[in-house]
């Protein structure tokens, strides 16, 4: 947890330092106990904006190749990575997939927090697609809270094609927990859609994108 705290500082400086963010809602994340944070996803970089400026700490996936790149950069991205509760995921695998899932299942049952991008991979084009219901089916199967959150502006911190980082303002908006019903995994499909949808209403009154009724294009399954 020294660790966590200092990497989340140290992260957390850099990011307020160069980008000022305007952040509004952290008191909506729960003191204690397991949570869900379903963001928006526009850049690269959310995950690791949301891992510094949420209070506590709040496990996404990370490419397996973080973990495994060699030399001095590699160790860099491996520790920091690490140090946030990051997991590392295979390229290519399904993120929506069982095995995923359980991984996340297990880390709210030990009642820490974990991270979901409904949407299931990041828009390139800046509108909000349809979620993907693994969300729905952490949020009945452990009736843990789920907080939705609205990412503003953070594609402009590198964009397409770029590889430099350019410092811009951004806004992260923290929505209040939704509630739903502890039903256990066994539960039906559509009401597991019924939830997902809840979630991605309350993530677009916050980030105020335009919505698609269809999935954005990624490999990863409903």
């Not at 989340?8 to 909506?28: A, H, Q, Y």
């Not at 952490?138 to 350019?166: D, F, H, S, W, Y």
């Not at 597991?192 to 677009?204: L, Y």
Request: charged fraction near 20%; charge should be positive.
């Amino acid at each position: 947890m020294a660790l966590f705290d200092a990497v989340r500082w140290t992260t957390r400086s850099l990011i307020s330092g160069s980008c000022r963010p305007t952040v509004i809602g952290l008191e909506n994340v729960p003191t204690d106990g397991p949570f869900i944070v379903a963001p928006n996803h526009l850049s690269f970089f959310d995950s690791v904006i949301v891992q510094a400026l949420m209070p506590r700490p709040v496990a996404f996936f990370a490419k397996a190749e973080y973990f495994t790149t060699t030399g001095v950069k590699g160790k860099a991205m491996k520790a920091f990575f690490e140090s946030v509760g990051s997991i590392p995921v295979e390229r290519g695998e399904q993120a929506a997939s069982v095995q995923a899932l359980r991984t996340l299942l297990d880390i709210l049952e030990s009642g820490k927090g974990i991270g979901i991008y409904p949407e299931g991979t990041r828009s390139r084009d800046g509108i909000l697609y349809r979620g993907r219901t693994g969300v729905g089916w952490l949020a009945l199967t452990t009736g843990a809270p789920v907080i939705p959150v609205g990412l503003i502006g953070t594609e402009n911190l590198q964009r397409a094609g770029e590889k430099g980082v350019r410092p811009q303002h951004f806004t992260m908006k923290v929505g209040e927990p939704l509630y739903f019903d502890k039903t256990g995994p066994d539960h039906s499909l559509p009401a597991r859609r019924q939830v997902t949808d809840r979630i991605m209403d309350a993530i677009a009154e916050l980030s105020g994108q335009e919505r698609s009724t269809s999935y954005n294009q990624s490999k990863i399954a409903e």
